[in-house]
């Protein structure tokens, strides 16, 4: 339960409440998830009056402000249709409308098809104070905070994305899923979710050979309730198969 509610209207504002002795205060985006905590001393900085509702584009780079919720990121103008409709698939309308970027980022475990298509984008989180910058699968790996709040999220755009997963309905979070993004290098990273507690690096390599058997040596582990390894593993070459046959 939310005990205490600071709503600052400036990012000094909102470095001093998390500063507060005696308090730990928690950054607030969208309260999916914070709202129904059942703890009882909840403090916390809602982030939306610090204008971090904004998607901008420079040169090649996109940057995603953390309170943009998941259905404005969708009616972007600068977002790819792909990224779109992956996060249609990540969240119903209602949900979309109230979880914010930043949000999700923090609650996404490996079942979530927003973070693992972000993750093959090698996408950076850049946490507040001090604009410290932190690589995705870096902050799912090891879920290390660089500061109070993650301001913004910040990927390129000239990077070739595919994705695709298996769930029991079209609607429904993935069994299996696999991110695939290619740059204009020939830089390939291949991530791979549908399971635990995030998704998982399979290859980020210099060009796309050796991924059908990083896929597979991935998956070795991935038996839980839903899915033995061996039929992820299985479904995982003909995911990758169907998206290198596309061109890059
Ligand atoms: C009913 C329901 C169904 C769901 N179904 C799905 C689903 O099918 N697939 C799926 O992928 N997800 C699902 N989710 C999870 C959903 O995506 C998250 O609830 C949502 O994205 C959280 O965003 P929020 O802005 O509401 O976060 P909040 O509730 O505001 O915060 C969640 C956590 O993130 C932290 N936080 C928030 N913003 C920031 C920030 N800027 N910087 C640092 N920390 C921050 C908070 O302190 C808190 O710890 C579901 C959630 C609910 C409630």
Known sequence: MIKEYYRPKSVPEAEKLFEMEGKKCVPLGGGSVLSRLKQDDLCVVDLQDLGLNRIEVTGQKVH?????????????????????EITRKSATLNLRNQATVGGYVVTADGRAPLAIALMALDAQLIWHPGQKIQNIGDWFSLRQALGYWISGIQFNLNVQLDYEQVARTPMDVPILAIGVARWPSGRTRVVLGGYGRAPILALDGPEGSGVLEAVKNALTESG?????????QEVGQVLAKRILSTTA
Do not use: H, M, N
Not at 70 to 78: A, D, G, K, P, V
């Open 64 to 84: 995603i402000g953390s309170t943009v919720t998941l259905q404005q990121f969708i009616e972007s103008e600068f977002i790819p249709e792909i990224l779109k």
């Open 224 to 232: 839980d309730e839903w899915a033995s390894a061996e039929y992820r």
